[in-house]
């Protein structure tokens, strides 16, 4: 005989597609991992480095290729600070803090002051005027008229990426979808607990 599905005392059982994605615990920890990769900002930055290279991501290809003019936006002394840069300042603590409109607004003040000083100070090293006569033993005069344009460029690109990612984190939007994610498996693991989850209970959610 076929099961009654519409019996209480035999509850649904979920198909063998489904239990890998919703299992009788509640929410995977595949599902929950799912979340804090999608929060990880190694993948934003490593597009980042690939447009400062230059690169497009072809579809028809599937891989990473050179823009049709075959040159970077910046040489690899610029690219590698700028990456180095900002990979110290965002992380997976950037997206999960909290924080409001005057300390995104501090944050990004210091982003952009310490970006402008690092151009300025490191113009003729990043190719954003023409080398001097001691560029080949290290010397850098920065003198010239710099490549404002491409500069200001770079900068908007960089800018944009840190405060994208900085604003996920405003007054803790992502902190609360992953701790609301835990907490609904929480409960589910527990049903004879209160409305409110541990991982709830513990951060006051």
Known sequence: MFPQKNNPSQPDQPS??????????????????????RLDPAVIIDKL?????????????????????KKPWVNDACRGALISYVTGVLNNNSTMSI???????NLMDSVIESLIRMFITRLEEFGFVPP????????????????????????????????????RAKNGMESRKL??????NDTMNYPHHEERGGVRRLFGL
């Open 179 to 184: 701790f609301g994610a835990l907490s609904m």
């Open 16 to 37: 063998q597609g489904e239990s890998e994605y919703l299992p009788q615990g509640g929410i995977s920890e595949f599902s929950i991992s799912n979340i804090v990769d």
């Open 132 to 167: 001097g006569p001691g560029y080949t033993k290290g010397e850098y005069m920065n003198i010239g008229q710099p490549d404002s344009a491409r500069m200001t460029m770079v900068m908007n690109m960089v800018l944009g990426v840190i405060y994208l990612t900085y604003s």
């Open 99 to 105: 924080i409001n409109e005057k300390e995104l607004s």
């Open 49 to 69: 480095d690939h447009a400062l290279k230059g690169e497009y991501f072809n579809k028809e290809v599937n891989r990473w290729v050179m823009n049709p003019s």
